[in-house]
């Protein structure tokens, strides 16, 4: 191979690494909530089009896009939580699918683009399907860009194959192998997603060293993969990893150890290692405040992560003053009517439960359930939960036939929405139940 063939490939690689970056970064499947993608993901798809110009200015994607993939999600009935993850993972997808495709000058390719930027993303599939059909030297990387238009166009289980295919081609392509099992865990395949993640970590390894940016991402990434799977040692040990490459690579005070640290708390917590956990949040927490001050979105879901663990610990007081802080941050951010406002007041409302100020739990209920009905309406999972809430105030006072009515309306959401197998379904079918005997003993099957 000549030098200049070399050194070509070594460009190749890096623009490849950079895109997977941009992939990790955006679109890890971590269920953190409170980070501003998600929540301007959650406003558009709750309230939608109107309010969300600005963010489509802010996140770089062209408002028809965003129109266009808020209506696919919803054409498909994916619920409101769902489609805020799944729409920040497809805006990641647009991103890196114009980045490649801006690099190829063929006519289907350039064309592709066009359509991408215009929204026609019927239009881009099927230049890339004509793409494929001639057999050419780029057939691997047609199949990957199918696969993310695919993605876009909410077509899940044809880009699982079209990366499938871009993976068999590349089977050495640590970026092809890594989206395949990124994609494999959105369709719930965890282990499957984790086999190909490992594949893609090895080669990564091999050719960039341990200390890479790029592997230090990989291990954060599998690190939530086994968070996913319940497995949390092993999730601790992949996100420590990850810390101790970013401490060398940037230092104390990077948003990436502030990462590191929030998924190590997570792991902990999981775990019911509570003051471990806190001490990893607080670290993060110390991070993010130097990067970040303290009026940003990202520093309200520090406060709230602590406040949970103090909770955990019985520690109300602390978990108040932590709750508390969370919510002005996130009223002075976003304003009441924002689903991240009702989650920090719901929060706050368990809090006063446990504390038998039944009073002040219901108060704060109420504001939760007030927001969420004017971003979500009634047939909302979080809508249900406070509704849930409400009853179980009402059960912890001995007020059943109060409680009742509030369960029967959790009830109906959750077993239209979550299916009657779910575990929330299962569970509050049980505290309706229980409510139903104490107000009727002889109601009890025989």
């Known amino acids: ?121 019927e239009e881009v599939e099927g230049s890339l399907q004509q793409s494929i059909a001639k057999q050419q030297a780029t057939l691997a990387d047609d199949y990957f860009n199918l696969a993310h238009a695919q993605s876009l166009l909410v077509k899940y289980w044809e880009a699982l194959e079209s990366y499938q295919q871009a993976a068999n081609l590349a089977s050495q392509n640590s970026l092809y192998l890594n989206e395949y099992g990124t994609h494999l ?40 993969s086994f968070r996913q799977l319940g497995q949390y040692e092993q999730a601790i040990e992949f996100h420590e990893k990850a810390l101790a490459s970013d401490l060398k690579t940037y230092g104390e005070g990077h948003s990436s150890v502030a990462k590191a640290w929030n998924n190590i708390g997570m792991a902990r917590f999981a775990l019911g290692q509570y003051p471990k956990a806190i001490e990893s949040y607080e670290k993060a927490l110390a991070i993010d405040l130097k990067v970040y001050g303290e009026d940003h979105p990202d520093i309200a879901v520090d406060w709230s992560n602590i406040g949970a663990a103090w909770k955990a610990l019985g520690e109300y007081n602390k978990a108040i003053d932590y709750y508390e802080k969370a919510l002005d941050s996130d009223l002075e951010n976003f304003g009441e009517n924002h689903p991240e406002v009702a989650i920090r007041w719901n929060n706050l409302g368990t809090v006063y439960r ?93």
Request: no cysteine.
């Open 1 to 121: 191979m000549s030098t200049q063939g070399k050194q070509t490939s070594v460009v190749q690689r890096y623009q490849m690494l950079s895109f997977r970056n941009k992939l990790a970064v955006w679109g890890t499947v971590v269920g953190f909530m409170g980070t501003a993608i998600v929540i301007f993901a959650l406003v558009f798809l709750s309230s939608g089009s109107a309010g969300f110009k600005q963010n489509s200015y802010e996140l770089g994607v062209p408002q028809a896009v965003l129109d266009r993939l808020g209506a696919l999600l919803a054409s498909q009935g994916i619920q409101f939580v769902d489609r805020g993850k799944q729409l920040k993972i497809l805006t990641a997808k647009y991103k890196a699918l114009e980045a490649r495709l801006a690099e190829r000058s063929d006519e289907l390719s350039q064309r592709a683009r066009e359509a991408l930027q215009n929204g026609s993303l």
């Open 354 to 446: 446990s504390l038998k100020n039944y009073n002040k739990a219901l108060e704060l209920f109420g504001k939760a359930l007030e927001s969420n009905l004017k971003s979500f309406g009634a047939n909302h999972p979080s809508t249900a939960l406070r509704w849930e809430n409400f009853g179980s105030v009402w059960h912890l006072q001995g007020i059943f036939d109060k409680a009742i009515p509030e369960y029967e309306k959790a009830l109906r959401v959750y077993e239209a929405i979550l299916g009657a197998g779910h575990p929330k379904t299962k569970n509050i079918k049980s505290l309706l139940g229980l409510a139903q005997l104490k107000i009727n003993p002889e109601a009890m099957d025989e």
């Open 185 to 224: 865990e959105t369709l719930g395949k965890y282990q499957e997603g984790l086999e190909f993640k490992g594949k893609a970590l090895a080669i990564d390894i091999k050719t960039l060293g341990e200390d890479h940016p790029e592997v230090a991402i990989q291990w954060n990434s599998i690190g939530v």
